[in-house]
């Protein structure tokens, strides 16, 4: 009857009474309506939605069946990216954000500092240094290096990629120009059947294991190779020792780096300090995927 007579006078909108209904009882919806009148639409969506979660916990508590509401998947998108989705308890999703949210601060933050650091002393007293903000796609960067970081351990000079790439030795050298159209079969693919481009397995290869196969044209293996890293750990760590920051011009990061090779390996190119610098994971990819497809050759300051 409440609910009736503030539609009539005006009181509330179709939506908030539609939002309400879902949830009203005749012991609740004077409290309900009083929060609609102080609420905006989408506030009172919000307050509605997790009181019915709270109602459909109480009314059904068994653990094993609120558990098996979780879940998390993936699937490939059209434009070759992959869409990671994932349902949780209200208190786990706060937990992963707050932890999403922190590791992107902390980038932000690392960004900033760096950019502070090479403005000149007379520019940075005369104007203050604006508030670092973060960008919307900042938490999917958190996301990996999370990711990146539980790999690692407390090894930095660990790979951090632990996936299985399968590419032939011939796709591994073959560097195609901007203008030259894709082969089909100018590709590496991963343990899951996903498909990645010949510049993405280059820098995957980077630092990496290596297990040779030689198979004969059925794609049967012949001879299977002893695994071997690219760059060893005690180079790594000399490498890390070295640089500190990412060596693309104009970044400092210090944080999940990894270790380029500037003449890449499979195209002659040796395993030695002079010839690796560290990399942030976003120039990482820039360099491999985006600037060799151009033909431009970074200098790594």
């Keep these: ?117 090479t403005v000149s002393a007379e520019t940075s007293s005369a104007a203050p240094t604006a508030a670092p903000t973060r960008a919307p796609f900042d938490r999917a960067d958190a996301l990996v290096q999370i990711a990146q970081g539980y790999l690692r351990g407390d090894r930095p000079d660990r790979s951090p990629i632990e996936l299985v790439v399968s590419v ?19 590709v590496a693919c991963l343990a899951d059947g996903t498909c ?22 059925h794609g049967a293996p012949l001879s299977v190779g002893r695994k071997r890293r690219t760059i060893p750990g005690s180079m ?6 070295r640089d500190r920051t990412c060596r693309f011009p104009g970044c400092g990061n210090r944080l999940y780096l990894e270790a380029h090779h500037i003449v890449h390996w ?7 300090l002079q010839n690796m610098a560290a990399c942030c994971s976003f120039h990482h990819r820039f360099v491999h995927e985006c600037a060799s497809r151009k033909r431009r050759r970074i200098p790594m300051t």
Excluded: F
């Design 1 to 117: 009857p409440l609910l009736d007579d503030a539609l009539r006078r005006g009181e509330v909108s179709y939506a908030k009474l539609r939002a309400i209904t879902r949830v009203a009882t005749p012991a609740n919806e004077g409290a309900l309506l009083e929060i609609a009148r102080l609420s905006t639409g989408h506030q009172l969506e919000t307050v509605c939605r997790k009181y019915r979660s709270v109602l459909r916990h109480d009314a059904d508590p068994d653990p094993e069946a609120d558990r098996q509401r979780r879940w998390i998947a993936r699937r490939d998108t059209a434009d070759g990216m992959v869409r990671i989705e994932a349902v949780l308890h209200p208190e786990e999703a706060a937990l992963v954000w707050a932890a999403l949210d922190h590791r992107a601060q902390q980038q932000c933050r690392e960004s900033h500092r760096v950019s502070a650091e």
């Design 168 to 186: 032939p030795a011939e796709t591994l050298r073959r560097r195609r120009a901007a203008t030259e159209v894709p082969d089909p079969c100018d």
């Design 196 to 217: 990645v481009s010949a510049e993405t397995a280059r820098r995957l290869s980077c630092d990496c294991g290596v297990v040779e196969i030689v198979s004969d044209e």
């Design 236 to 241: 790594k760590r000399a490498l890390l020792q």
């Design 266 to 272: 499979a195209d002659g190119g040796d395993t030695s």
